[in-house]
């Protein structure tokens, strides 16, 4: 391995936050309910029971619009990023942050989803969060969808099941490329696209009681393919009202291993992977694998395809391909295995490996192996726009040490560092989250991500101050050094 630095000049190192999780102000400014605003903060559901956690009726929706509190919502009230942004931003320059994921509130813009016309109000507050950035030098890259699309299409339309809402998502973000173009460079269209079957409602404002009986898998992949469709579409708007920039589509990087070297195990393990990259697959190749065809078909499943729809998907293809990765499974064919929690998703527990408070097992080489397999299939530059770990940190003395984050991610930085030297083209690593915010799965605060620390708990006490960690002041001099000093 050679000793010099690796990482190239202009490598976008940053944070990533999402808008249902920071921003609060849920009924401020002329924003619309989104899907996130029915997420309820579960106390008493254990943390690996993903279903319980994002389970969802048509009765508890229409309870939560009812409901003009965020007692029980926690990502109605977040961070008050809505009010705070340009002191969270102060505080991502202080640290050097090269770059900074965020997302645009779906229902912020078009409080129904149906509106012809953006509400500005929404518009300007964006405006205000860019302005902001460009002060401290900070790169945004956008994501236009991540899990907050508007209440209004899962209850009228069921989602993304209804073809309708493709041209309601184009409008939205033609208006997000015509608005925000002068500073916007990098974009994302649909926060890990391959999540919709663990949990679509989240995803894709899918209510299970409103799908036919037993055909809940042959909706979600329709609405999969609508949001296909709309992401090729997004691609080829954004080139043409944005000359220069780059659209990603983004994965959750689901690593997984054999459990043993057992041909069924290797087997099960293949075939979990290759459906893992099959979403990346449709945006970076602008087809359907043939094993996915061949599933539909073996699985009675008939997708609405229309007939410009493929043609749309093979021409308007993604710049580069972003991922989060947060942990490594394994897979077996035996079903008497340890079983634990990763990303809204269970696996058979490693036992070579270490795990965070919540389960979720640390495997730093996991991103090697991930950058490389992604590299050698897309040949397109990466981005790894999700990383980090939740933990349980505690103030004392006002201060936050927290050596276990800081060995989480230098270890991770010396894999990606390794990648590269193979010839890998990583362009950008944006830390999960770049402040503590509400948890995705869970609606946890006490689960904590970032480099700075937010006095806020799980019911939502706490004056809301910003603290740095020691991981604060590690980042900075990683990114200061620009990874040198690994």
Request: glycine fraction near 8%; hydrophobic fraction near 35%; charge should be negative.
């Amino acid at each position: 391995m050679s000793g010099k630095n690796v990482f190239s000049e202009g490598f976008l190192w940053g944070g990533a936050v999402a808008a249902n999780q920071v921003e609060g102000g849920w009924n401020q400014g002329g924003k619309g309910l989104s899907v996130a605003d029915m997420a309820t903060y579960k106390k008493n559901v254990d943390v690996k029971d993903y279903d319980a956690h994002m389970a969802i009726t048509s009765e508890f929706i229409a309870e939560g619009m009812k409901d003009e509190s965020d007692a029980i919502y926690p990502k109605r009230r977040g961070i008050d990023f809505y009010h705070r942004y340009a002191e969270d931003i102060a505080l991502f320059g202080e640290m050097g942050m090269k770059a900074l994921r965020i997302s645009i509130a779906w229902s912020r813009l078009f409080p129904t989803g149906e509106e012809e016309t953006p509400n500005m109000e929404g518009v300007q507050f964006y405006i205000n969060v860019f302005e902001e950035m460009k002060k401290h030098n900070i790169e945004p890259i956008v994501t236009l969808s991540h899990y907050e699309m508007p209440l209004a299409l899962a209850v009228k339309n069921n989602g993304w099941a209804d073809r309708k809402v493709i041209d309601h998502f184009v409008r939205f973000s033609k208006v997000c490329f015509e608005q925000f173009k002068p500073y916007v460079k990098y974009w994302l269209t649909f926060n890990e696209i391959d999540s919709i079957f663990r949990h679509p409602f989240t995803t894709a404002g899918i209510i299970p009681d409103k799908c036919p009986e037993g055909k809940e898998r042959e909706v979600i992949y329709q609405a999969l393919h609508h949001q296909f469709v709309a992401s090729a579409i997004a691609t080829r708007d954004c080139h043409e009202i944005i000359p220069g920039s780059q659209m990603g589509c983004m994965l959750t990087k689901l690593t997984t291993y054999p459990n043993t070297c057992h041909p069924k195990d290797v087997e099960k393990t293949l075939l979990k992977n290759l459906e893992n990259l099959s979403y990346a697959d449709v945006q970076v190749f602008g087809e359907y694998p043939s094993l996915t065809k061949k599933l539909w078909e073996l699985e009675g499943i008939h997708i609405d395809i229309q007939p410009q729809d493929l043609g749309i998907m093979q021409q308007h293809t993604v710049d580069f391909v972003s991922f989060s990765y947060y942990m490594s499974l394994t897979e077996s064919a035996r079903d008497d295995l340890e079983i634990t929690a990763g990303n809204t998703i269970l696996g058979v527990k490693n036992p070579y490996l270490l795990s965070t408070d919540w389960g979720w097992q640390i495997d730093p080489l996991g991103l090697k192996i991930s950058l490389l397999e992604l590299y050698d299939r897309y040949k397109k530059p990466l981005m790894i726009v999700e990383n980090g770990m939740g933990a349980k940190d505690e103030v004392v003395d006002g201060q936050i040490h927290d050596p276990y984050r800081i060995e989480y991610f230098k270890a991770h930085f010396e894999q990606m560092k390794a990648a590269i030297e193979l010839g890998v083209d990583l362009i950008g690593y944006t830390s999960w989250g770049a402040i503590d915010l509400i948890s995705a799965g869970t609606s946890q605060m006490s689960k904590r991500y970032g480099f700075i620390y937010v006095d806020q708990d799980d019911e939502g006490n706490g004056t809301l101050e910003r603290m740095k960690k020691d991981s604060f002041y590690w980042y900075q001099n990683i990114i200061k050094t620009n990874g040198s000093t690994l």
